[in-house]
C-alpha cells in the first residue's frame, strides 16, 4: 500500500509543478519603483476589464501608446494615452496613484497596471500589460492570462501587434486644415 501512496504523491507534485503561478504572487503590488524605469514609450499589448461596454470600447481601438514622463512625484504618475481609430490618434491625459497601481511581472520589459475605476459612468477592475514591446513571449501572455484568472477577469483583448502606433505628439487631423 505505501507504494501507491509514494506514486499518489508523486503524481501530485508534477503536477503541482505545472499549474499557474500562484495568486499571491501575481496580485502582489510592486513594493519598490524606480520613476525612471517607467519613462518613455509603453505600447498595450493587452487588457481585461469587468465592466463589458468599456471591453468593447477597447477592442475599437487598433492600437494604444503610453507615455510616461519624469516625474519628481514618488506618489502619482502622470501619462498620456494616445489611442488609434484607423488614421486617427486620440490623446488623453491620466494621473494615476502610484500605490497598488502596478503589479508583478516575471516580463523584463513589461508593466502590469491595475486600476479600480469608480465613476458616475462605471465601477470596474481592469488590468492592463504594457511592454516596451509590440509583441510577448507565449509564457510572459500566460502569466498575464494567469493574473487575470486571480482577479477573475475575462479574457483579454491582445492589440494587433501589426498595427501601427501613433506618434508621440498626434497630428490633429482636421478636414479644415491642409498642408
Known amino acids: 500500500m505505501f507504494p501507491v501512496y509514494v506514486l499518489a504523491f508523486l503524481c501530485l507534485m508534477a503536477v503541482s509543478d505545472s499549474a499557474p503561478p500562484v495568486c499571491e504572487k501575481l496580485v502582489h503590488p510592486l513594493d519598490?519603483?524606480?520613476?525612471?524605469?517607467?519613462?518613455?514609450?509603453?505600447?498595450?499589448?493587452?487588457?481585461?476589464?469587468?465592466?463589458?461596454?468599456?471591453?468593447e470600447a477597447l477592442r475599437l481601438r487598433d492600437s494604444i501608446t503610453m507615455y510616461f514622463s519624469n516625474s519628481?512625484?514618488?506618489?502619482?504618475?502622470?501619462?498620456?494615452?494616445?489611442?488609434?481609430?484607423?488614421?486617427?490618434?486620440?490623446?488623453l491625459?491620466?494621473?494615476?496613484?502610484?500605490?497598488?497601481?502596478?503589479?508583478?511581472?516575471?516580463?523584463?520589459?513589461c508593466v502590469v497596471m491595475k486600476w479600480v475605476?469608480?465613476?458616475k459612468k462605471r465601477r470596474s477592475l481592469d488590468l492592463y500589460l504594457?511592454?516596451?514591446?509590440?509583441?510577448?513571449?507565449?509564457?510572459?501572455?500566460?502569466e498575464f492570462r494567469a493574473q487575470l484568472r486571480c482577479y477573475q477577469l475575462p479574457s483579454p483583448v491582445v492589440m494587433d501587434p501589426t498595427k501601427e502606433l501613433c506618434p508621440?505628439?498626434?497630428e490633429i487631423l482636421d478636414s479644415r486644415i491642409k498642408g
Open 168 to 170: 508621440e505628439q498626434p
Open 117 to 119: 475605476v469608480e465613476s
Open 72 to 91: 519628481s512625484e514618488t506618489s502619482n504618475f502622470s501619462y498620456t494615452q494616445i489611442n488609434r481609430f484607423g488614421d486617427q490618434c486620440q490623446e
Open 32 to 55: 519598490q519603483m524606480d520613476p525612471h524605469h517607467f519613462e518613455g514609450r509603453w505600447a498595450l499589448v493587452a487588457g481585461s476589464l469587468n465592466h463589458q461596454p468599456s471591453i
Open 130 to 142: 504594457l511592454s516596451r514591446r509590440r509583441e510577448l513571449e507565449q509564457e510572459e501572455m500566460e
Open 93 to 109: 491625459p491620466y494621473n494615476i496613484s502610484v500605490e497598488g497601481s502596478f503589479l508583478y511581472t516575471s516580463c523584463p520589459d
